[in-house]
Nanobody, 121 residues
């Protein structure tokens, strides 16, 4: 059974940082890409970043460039999202997802249940 389990969300003040983790199991990690997506209240889900596990290539949405960093620990089947300089508009439920290809479209093969990030003023 494929499982993606996010952790690391919480409440942080604007300008602060958080590191999200996504622990994967049930599939061959190296054959997939893992992405982070987010959904703010009242808005559609949007792509944040993606990493190709096999070669480490990364992609970022414009709003994530320069503030967020995606990385993977292949020995632990875990992908991280380091989020710095957080803004109130980053408040959202953050999901990790896995797919054969690395992209930021909302049609990934597998999804986690999400972790809530709240950024206060």
């Amino acid at each position: 059974e494929v499982q993606l389990a996010e952790s690391g969300g919480g409440l942080v003040q604007a300008g602060g940082f958080l590191r999200l983790s996504c622990a994967a199991s049930g599939f061959t990690f190296d054959d997939y890409a893992v992405g982070w997506f987010r959904q703010a209240p009242g808005k559609e889900r949007e792509g944040v970043s993606c990493i190709s596990i096999s070669d480490g290539r990364t992609y970022y949405s414009d709003f994530a460039k320069g503030r967020f960093t995606i990385s993977s620990d292949n020995a632990k089947n875990t992908v991280y999202l380091q989020m710095n300089s957080l803004k109130p508009e980053d408040t959202a439920v953050y999901y990790c997802a896995a797919d054969r290809g690395c992209h930021l479209y909302d049609d990934m093969d597998y999804w986690g249940k999400g972790t809530l990030v709240t950024v206060s003023l």
